[in-house]
């Protein structure tokens, strides 16, 4: 290989000509592997476990990921049970106005950071794990505390997603043990990685195909029962229209609730970031990335927002089985299923269900995914034990894969007496986890521009830029400060304790995230012995895609010369 992939040329991005310096190393296209047979590339072979080899010191991991894959990931790979389910509890602590308000906050918050993540990973191709923008544009302690924070955050989702799943297929047969579902899916996860990155591709492509067709079905369906035409069984024979935000309401619960309902938002949310990650495993990140990051603003948009509004005009926020009577998760408690059981329609609660299902194995590979890969970039960088650095002839961080699927097994922790409590706890680590990388991604970007004037360097030199620049990146971070306050307040004084302050359980199930976090900076720095960086300090340069300026300036002079509907056409998409 020449360092140069033919199809960059279209665009003017090309990998880095050398990486002198491996801490921030991240050549993400120009990787010479052994010739292998399709099985062995496939993770079927005993000769697919043995480590691999290649003749340039860089990302050995795979780069088979097609635009396709990307583009799914990021409009629908962390659609699951915190939109499908988890919006039920929400609809319940702050109704339906509370609702939108909250996704939609949040949504924006998650644009920017998907627009800072994508300017970063286009600049700085990264081999694992985007915690390294933090060590590299922060504080290398804050990075340690990020890249391990983020490792954790997937490995008990998992068990967590593998509860909910059999929790899910009691909705049709609540006989059989949920510890068998939980082994049936640990074991499909498991079977879904032997193919590595492939297999979570290919499964999160029609996953998503899958949980986008439902939404959009919900949508339709719930216009036409808005509008009054459910079948006669139902309760929306008539026209229903906008009632229910005059009676109960369109806010429960006051201020409080507008606080409570921003942690459901979030880890409805989480997991959006995941797309930054697979750009390392993509066959042309350069070229993919910027157009699968485009497609996050139409998820928010189309899926999360007006998918919101038809559960808010449908079930109202003081019905009872939003509630749900299972101490764990309750599929049953979802509006999606409750709006189609009101609406008299035989067999689409079931159907609702089936994409539920579908959605929190899809998270749970999703996790694995995420943590594996961030555990052996954590290694490669000396910041987690060498061995998880491991990557297999099959391009597999083989004992960081191995590592985050036997988290899945706090799962069956949960069978015994005490497993509502402990699932509380886990919930309670996983929380808020995400806010964090979220609001060190935009720190980042606000930290690499402030560096990038700095050095003498302009804008015009970003070949792919934030849609709203560092403003953006500070209005992102501003609003996961808020949330992050928001969350505290409630953390102090919970629902239904009348105004009082709660217990220091209380506290501490909705904001345990946040000493985790603090014990893993602390430990960062007696690792590493550094701090904060100066901006004078701060390497722009190392590990930079080459660009192309004079194909990418030919390219947007075409883009400037097209009509004003394909100029809009190209910005969205």
């Known amino acids: 290989m020449n360092g140069k992939d033919p199809q960059e040329k279209d665009i003017g991005l090309t990998s880095p000509a050398n990486s002198s310096t491996p801490e921030y190393e991240s050549d993400n296209i120009d990787v010479t592997h052994e010739k292998l ?108 505390a990020m890249g391990w924070n983020y490792v954790f955050q997937w490995a008990i989702v998992l068990p967590l997603e593998l509860v909910v799943a059999g929790f899910t297929v009691g909705y049709w ?104 990650l697979a750009a390392a495993e993509a066959e042309n990140p350069a070229k993919a990335l910027p157009g699968a990051i485009k497609q996050v603003f139409w998820r928010i948009t189309l899926f999360y927002i007006i998918g919101l509004l038809f559960v808010g005009l449908l079930v109202s926020s003081t019905d009872d089985r939003l509630l749900g009577a299972n101490p764990f998760i309750n599929v049953a408690a979802s509006p999606f299923v409750i709006a189609a059981k009101d609406a008299g329609l035989i067999g689409y609660d079931s159907f609702m269900n089936l994409i539920i299902l579908v959605s929190v194995i899809s998270i749970g590979n999703s996790g694995v995914y995420g943590g594996s890969r961030t555990l052996t970039a954590l290694a490669e960088q000396g910041y987690a034990p060498k061995f998880f650095a491991y990557i297999d002839r099959s391009g597999r961080p083989l004992f960081s894969t191995i590592a985050i699927l036997l988290f899945g097994c706090l799962g069956y922790v949960t069978l015994s007496a005490s497993g509502p409590i402990v699932f509380d706890w886990l919930l309670a680590l996983s929380g808020l986890a995400a806010l964090f990388t979220w609001g060190s991604i935009c720190l980042a970007h606000i930290r690499f521009r402030k560096a990038w004037a700095h050095q003498g360097h302009t804008l ?105 509907w394909k100029r809009l056409g190209y910005f969205l998409f």
Not at 212 to 221: E, G, N, R, S, Y
């Open 173 to 276: 047969n609540p006989d059989i043990n949920v510890g068998v579902w939980i082994t049936v899916f640990l074991i499909a996860i498991v079977i879904i990685n032997v193919f590595g990155v492939l297999g979570f591709a290919e499964e999160e492509f029609w996953s998503s195909i899958l949980k986008l067709a439902a939404v959009v079905i919900f949508m339709i369906v719930g216009l036409i029962l808005v509008c009054g035409g459910g079948p006669s069984r139902g309760i929306y024979s008539e026209y229903w229209g906008a009632r229910l935000w005059y009676d109960p309401g369109a806010f429960k619960n006051g201020f409080k609730g507008v606080c409570a309902v921003f942690v459901t938002a979030a880890f409805a949310f989480s997991g959006t970031e995941l797309v930054g």
């Open 460 to 564: 015009d030199e970003i070949p792919f830029k934030a849609v709203f620049g560092v403003y953006g990146s500070y209005a992102g971070l501003i609003l996961i400060f808020l949330v992050l306050v928001a969350q505290f307040y409630i953390a102090l004084y919970p629902l239904g304790k009348m105004g009082k302050i709660g217990t220091a359980e209380d506290f501490f199930k909705q904001y345990l995230a946040l000493p985790v976090v603090i014990v893993f900076w602390i430990c960062g720095y007696f690792w590493k012995r550094t701090g904060w960086l100066r901006t004078s300090q701060i390497d722009v340069d190392t590990g930079r895609r080459e660009v192309n300026w004079q194909l990418i300036n030919a390219t947007r002079a075409e883009i400037a010369s097209y009509p004003a």
């Open 37 to 144: 047979g399709f099985w062995t590339r496939m993770g079927c072979t005993p000769e697919s476990f043995k480590q691999r080899i290649s003749s340039n010191d860089d990302n050995l991991l795979n780069h088979t990921l097609k635009p396709r894959h990307l583009h799914m990931i990021a409009i629908g790979g962390s659609i699951g049970a915190g939109f499908f389910v988890g919006s039920g509890s929400a609809l319940d602590k702050g109704g339906p106005a509370t609702l939108l308000i909250d996704f939609a906050i949040m949504g924006v918050m998650i644009f920017n950071v998907v627009y800072a993540l994508g300017e970063l990973a286009v600049m700085y191709p990264v081999s694992g794990g985007f915690y390294t923008y933090s060590t590299r544009f922060i504080d290398p302690s804050w990075g340690f």
